[in-house]
């Protein structure tokens, strides 16, 4: 039997399915259908599972389940999407409408948790008891594996420590709340400063500052400081053995991750830093994550 997984982002809707040996065996994605409403989400998404088993050359048969990773807060146990900004999801009884539609049973996660579980499980934080996934791109999410397992929060509504305030009183996030280490943290930041220097998008912020320019250099340094200040209060708080970094930000490299590690040693309360690398499963790990916890 095989498991087939979705990665819904605000941009893009991702699928693919993993076979028994935890192999991704095809994927493929649509655009998310922005403004059409959850049912254009559900044909999108039933359009996506269609193709992928006509390109395994797999029946609907051979599915045992279904798992969808979303950007938001999760009511797990009822598969409802509680709060994902990103989506204009709220209250969205996701795993019903999915349901309804392929007749499997399906689960639903929260991206970051998927990717969390995608890397200790395949990638970059396997074989770790107490290590961290944060995901770095329109948002900031964030997947804690506690005692070998992740961990979904106490009262079942997954963890978003992409929402922790760094500020008091600062920008302005997507959630509604000032000063979230998302305002700070996610890739989004480095975009909206560096529109004030005609800079357009993270990556040319991120290259003019490789390249010396002195107002993207500053960007950058103000970013690597905010996130540092970010991961510091996590491994303050957990201690973790491992942290591992995802998203687009970290095909900046060495440039990135040695003055990233030096800024959270600065802050961190052990006399020794936990290490601090970029996740392995890249892109796929929300649909691994999610092909995961299908039933
Ligand atoms: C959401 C998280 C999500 C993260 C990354 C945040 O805005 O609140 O649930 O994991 O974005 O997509």
């Not at 065996?25 to 059409?36: A, E, N, T, V």
């Amino acid at each position: 039997m095989v498991r087939v997984g979705y990665d819904i982002g605000g941009t893009n809707i991702a699928a693919g399915i993993l076979d028994e040996r935890n192999v991704l065996i095809c994927k493929k994605s649509m655009p998310f259908p922005r403004g059409r409403g959850t049912q254009a989400v559900i044909d999108v998404c039933t359009a996506l599972y269609r193709a992928l088993l006509t390109e395994a050359a797999l029946s609907d048969a051979e599915v045992s389940g279904v798992g969808t990773a979303v950007p938001g807060s999760v009511d797990i146990e009822n598969g409802v999407v509680i709060d994902a900004h990103n989506l204009d999801f709220h209250h969205t009884p996701l795993a019903g409408l999915l349901h309804e539609s392929l007749q499997k049973p399906i689960a639903v996660i929260n991206d970051a948790d998927a990717a969390a579980l995608a890397e200790h499980g395949v990638g970059a934080l396997k074989g770790t008891e107490t290590s961290v996934m944060i995901t770095i791109g329109t948002g900031i999410g964030g997947g804690l594996i506690l005692n070998g397992q992740l961990f979904r929060g106490g009262r079942g509504n997954g963890t978003e420590p992409g929402h922790m305030v760094l500020r008091n009183g600062g920008r302005l996030c997507t959630c509604g709340i000032h000063g979230c280490a998302e305002a700070y943290c996610a890739a989004t930041r480095l975009a909206k400063d560096g529109a004030s220097f005609g800079l357009c998008g993270a990556k040319e912020v991120i290259d003019a500052a490789k390249a010396g320019n002195p107002d993207a250099s500053e960007l950058f340094r103000a970013f690597v400081d905010d996130l540092g200040s970010y991961l510091a209060s996590i491994v303050n708080l957990l201690d973790p053995e491992r942290i591992a970094i995802g998203g687009g930000v970290c095909g900046a490299g060495s440039f990135l991750m040695e003055p990233l590690r030096a800024n959270v040693k600065e802050k961190c309360f052990f006399e020794t830093c936990p290490e601090i690398v970029v996740a392995t499963a890249g892109n796929d790990a929300g649909i691994i994550g999610a092909c995961l916890i299908a039933p």
